[in-house]
């Protein structure tokens, strides 16, 4: 039987507050079977967590094979990071934060098992915080921010979140916001939960904040979270790999009031100098197809940023069109 998975974790503040921080799952990842294992495992591998799925449980404290695996990378781990913490690529590792899904695929592959590769990720942001090792603050996205108007006590979706960088910097900009991050990618998915679970910084900023992130499971089409509307929605450098962009548009505005902003970060083909994604699209031919899609221009400006290839910022409202799906075949 089909079912929708709504998944609530709550971690409590650990040892900084009495607050507790929310994370949600909206989405249809009950065909991702290793993830259902993966979630399902945390409440018998770590007490932090309340874990609301159905009624299902399942006990792995008997698992001696598995217990050795975590046991060996409590100790083994630890030890190898505190010898290389010395090493300029490791610090440099773990400075930029590079704990992307390339990461989630090669410890993946040397533990052979969801739980110790979640539990290595872990023991290194464990690590990172106990050793004061600040997340990288990136200057570029500092001042993208600024440009972007955003206001506190606002409902906010960044679609295409990949590895959480820009939401973790918009969470210290605003106050008291929901921030919904919709990503398609099954292993940037789960990066962002290790990085929303288990990175300390994040936790609390969010807490201080008072903010919280809610995560969606979109897909090439919808957003997924269409019932919701927003007074932002943020997309940064995707929608030249939207494959039915017209029916993405389409879903997007469905979570747009008239006063809603739909606010784009992209860089264009004949501007592109190094590093270039063959799907990039013209300006000419991005702007006309936010056009064709109900969508009026309000802002654009080039961003002054480091690097050879050079972004622009749009803001659009949309139109007071009908906004149902099948306007255009995507």
């Known amino acids: 039987m089909k079912f ?17 921080y929310q994370t949600i799952v909206y989405g249809s990842l009950e065909e991702d079977k290793e993830y259902q294992e993966l979630t399902l495992e945390k409440e018998k591998l770590n007490n932090k967590f309340e874990l609301l799925f159905h009624d299902i449980k399942i006990d792995i404290e008997k698992n001696q094979q598995i217990q050795e695996l975590i046991n060996s990378i409590i100790y083994g781990l630890d030890s190898l990071l505190i010898l290389q913490f010395n090493n300029p690529e490791t610090k440099k590792i773990l400075n930029q934060n590079k704990l992307d899904k390339d990461l989630l695929i090669d410890l993946a592959q040397k533990y052979k098992s969801s739980i110790a590769t979640e539990y290595a990720l872990k023991r290194i942001y464990l690590y990172k915080y106990n050793q004061q090792i600040p997340a990288s603050d990136n200057q570029d996205i500092k001042k993208e921010i600024r440009k972007y108007s955003l206001d506190n006590n606002e409902k906010i979706l960044e679609i295409g979140a990949g590895n959480i960088q820009f939401s973790r910097q918009l969470g210290k900009k605003v106050k008291n916001c929901m921030i919904f991050l919709n990503e398609i990618d099954k292993y940037a998915l789960k990066g962002i939960f290790y990085h929303l679970i288990w990175d300390k910084q994040i936790v609390e900023i969010t807490n201080q904040r008072h903010n919280s992130y809610v995560v969606i499971e979109g897909n090439d089409k919808t957003t997924g979270i269409e019932a919701e509307q ?17 029916l ?34 013209t300006k000419e031919k ?3 197809l936010l056009q064709q899609n109900g969508f009026i221009r309000i802002y654009s400006k080039k961003l002054n940023a480091k690097g050879r290839n050079k972004y622009w910022i749009y803001k659009f409202k949309k139109t007071a069109a009908n906004n149902v799906y099948g306007n255009h075949v995507g």
């Open 286 to 288: 991005f702007e006309s």
């Open 230 to 246: 927003f007074d932002k929605i943020i997309i940064r450098n995707a929608v030249h790999h939207f494959i039915a962009p017209n």
């Open 248 to 281: 993405m548009f389409n879903s997007i505005k469905l979570s747009m009031t008239q006063d809603s902003e739909l606010i784009i970060r992209e860089r264009f083909s004949e501007e592109c100098k190094e590093f270039c994604c063959d799907q990039l699209l």
């Open 4 to 20: 929708k998975l709504i998944l609530i974790l709550l971690l409590p503040f650990l040892g900084h507050g009495q607050g507790l």
